[in-house]
């Protein structure tokens, strides 16, 4: 066979040869040891978890090295193509504050190693299709879909494997005239690869992560470029990372089962492989068992949850490098105050097996996160979230945000800072009462006190306030109207013998705080208090004083 004749009849357009596109690809001037890493989502509008996750991982392992973490669209399979989704993608990825250095953009893309959308590299994979039919390591196939599926039929009935191979390749070798004649004739074709593989042969692979694994060889004669010239994943993503010089491939582990395929096209392409890290995937209890995150029945899978609700984005970064690095959360507690960058981030300390991903860790990894942070931030950050989920709010958040941040102060810095807040979604139910108009009290008193004692606490406080006092003169008036009122402030008295007590201080507390805050758990209340003045805390009051006097809770 005249394997460069066939080249020709195959591609006809095609004019520049490989050395001629190697060359506009030179090795990146970069350290030693730098790694160079990609993301590649496919534009289907849908972004999730394990996007963030891999690109978490990507991130890391190309900026820690001083290396290049890029973008590249896998834009081939046009069915699943979505308009905008390619701005949403950047859109993510600059939301989470993972800068690339190259890659896609939406006018113009950055770097010199693309173009970075799939499609519009189709020439480039065309002159690597040709250069591997001219060696004879790839050629035209003309089945249609009905014999596809006529061959598919006869391996069930023979109980073999499925697919295009050996004996069910049967254009691997269709003489050269015969070739000629469907393709004058217009006659459609995909490009096949010619697999030199035996599955009774083992291939031997290190994947960075799960270690040293072995597959049998692949024998299929996988589609290298479908019938419109567009590559596979397969052959793009052999051609892609070569040229663009990628070091580390991080992708979930559903690419394992094709990986004899990616290491065979390596190989006929004389290219070699990058390293492979692939990740485990993400799995969630479900009833007790564990299952893979799905699309159809788990909101939290897609990474817009997270933003309607108002997770915070480094909480969810923080929690999914918990997930990447079994060390993480040591460091963490070691290093309190220190940005995710600094921790040495270690493929070593990736979990071989499915990461176990619990939402309710998410939200404690997301309380002590911004309890972390200063009233400023935590202001910026809630009103953003506000502004486009909450308008509503976000007007009575803004409306006076000096207000707004010395609420956010109390408890704040210092070594027990308080954490309330672990979603910007909670954070009105948790504020409500610092605003008149969400302050809708359900006033459930405590049972032990007489709603007579309540009504002369409610009363009598209203004399004793003064908006002066340091704290510790607000608390002896506390205790002194309670000692009055038979509530003792002897704590350990209390303790030894509570009968000798209608009740003690807190329970006094606790009454003006249901008052002012309507509940029973809050802040500082002296705090409270002096935030919201004292015109508004003695109404407040007196609205209790109403509503218990009416019989109303
Ligand atoms: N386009 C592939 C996907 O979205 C990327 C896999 C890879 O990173 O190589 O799953």
């Given amino acids: 066979m005249d394997y460069h004749a066939l080249a020709d009849l195959c591609f006809p357009q095609i004019t520049a040869s490989p050395q001629e596109i190697e060359k506009k690809y030179p090795p990146r001037p970069l350290p030693e040891g730098a790694k160079v890493t990609r ?3 496919s534009p289907t509008g849908f972004m999730h978890l394990g996007n963030l996750f891999g690109a978490i991982a990507d991130e890391r392992l190309a900026h820690q090295s001083g290396g290049v973490f890029y973008l ?8 699943r193509a979505v308009p905008g989704a390619v701005e949403t993608i950047l859109r993510v990825f600059s939301d989470y504050g993972l800068p690339f250095d190259e890659g896609a953009g939406i006018e113009e893309e950055k770097g010199d190693y ?5 499609r519009r590299r189709a020439e480039i994979y065309q002159t690597f299709a040709k250069w591997l039919v001219e060696q004879g390591k790839a050629y035209p196939c003309f089945c249609t879909e009905e014999e596809l599926a006529q061959l598919r039929q006869q391996q069930e009935a023979n109980k073999e494997n499925f697919g295009y191979y050996g004996k069910y390749a049967v254009h691997r070798d269709m003489p050269f005239e015969a070739v000629k004649e469907k393709i004058t004739k217009g006659e459609p074709f995909v490009l096949r690869f010619r697999s030199p593989g035996d599955p009774q042969n083992r291939v031997k692979f290190t994947d960075l992560v799960k270690g040293n694994m072995e597959f049998p060889e692949n024998d299929q004669d996988v589609v290298l470029l479908k019938s419109d010239g567009i590559p596979t994943y397969h052959f793009a993503h052999v051609v892609d990372d070569h040229l663009m010089g990628t070091t580390h491939v991080v992708r979930g582990e559903e690419w394992l089962a094709t990986l004899p395929i990616h290491l065979q096209l390596f190989q006929a392409m004389g290219w070699k492989p990058p390293k492979y890290i692939h990740t485990a995937q993400l799995m969630k209890l479900d009833g007790g068992n564990k299952r893979k995150l799905s699309k ?5 899978l897609a990474l817009d949850y997270y933003k309607e609700q108002g997770y915070c984005v480094e909480a969810v970064k923080e929690y999914l490098m918990t997930l990447l690095n079994s060390n993480f959360e040591d460091w963490r507690k070691a290093n309190p105050q220190s940005p995710l960058e600094d921790f040495p981030f270690n493929t070593k300390k990736m979990g071989v097996s499915g990461a176990l991903f619990d939402i309710d860790k998410l939200c404690d990894v997301s309380k002590n996160v911004i309890s972390r942070m200063d009233a400023q931030q935590v202001y910026e950050l809630l009103a953003q979230w ?3 989920f909450d308008p509503p709010f976000y007007d009575l958040l803004a409306r006076d945000p000096d207000y707004t941040k010395r609420i956010l102060s109390i408890g704040r810095g210092g070594k027990k800072p308080r954490k309330d807040i672990a979603l910007w979604s909670g954070a009105k139910e948790y504020l409500n009462f610092f605003f008149d ?11 032990k006190i007489q709603p007579d004692d309540i009504e002369k606490i409610l009363s009598r406080y209203q004399d004793l306030y003064d908006p002066a006092d340091n704290a510790e003169q607000w608390f002896d008036k506390v205790k002194n109207l309670s000692e009055a009122l038979g509530y003792t402030a002897d704590m350990k008295a209390y303790k030894k013998d509570p009968s000798a007590f209608k009740g003690n201080v807190s329970d006094v507390s606790t009454v003006l705080r249901i008052a002012i ?15 919201l003045g004292k015109e508004r805390s003695i109404c ?7 509503a218990i006097k009416g019989g109303i809770s």
Avoid at 72 to 79: A, F, L, P
Avoid at 296 to 300: L, Y
């Fill in 517 to 531: 805050t309507g509940r029973c758990n809050s802040p500082d209340l002296r705090e409270i208090m002096e935030l």
């Fill in 386 to 388: 506000a502004k486009e």
């Fill in 540 to 546: 407040r009051l007196n609205q209790a004083l109403e």
């Fill in 437 to 447: 108009e969400l302050f809708t009290p359900e006033y459930d008193w405590p049972e």
């Fill in 72 to 79: 590249r669209i896998e834009d081939t399979d046009q069915k």
């Fill in 114 to 118: 693309g173009p970075y959308r799939q």
């Fill in 296 to 300: 159809r029945k788990d909101p939290e």
């Fill in 39 to 41: 993301i590649a989502p």
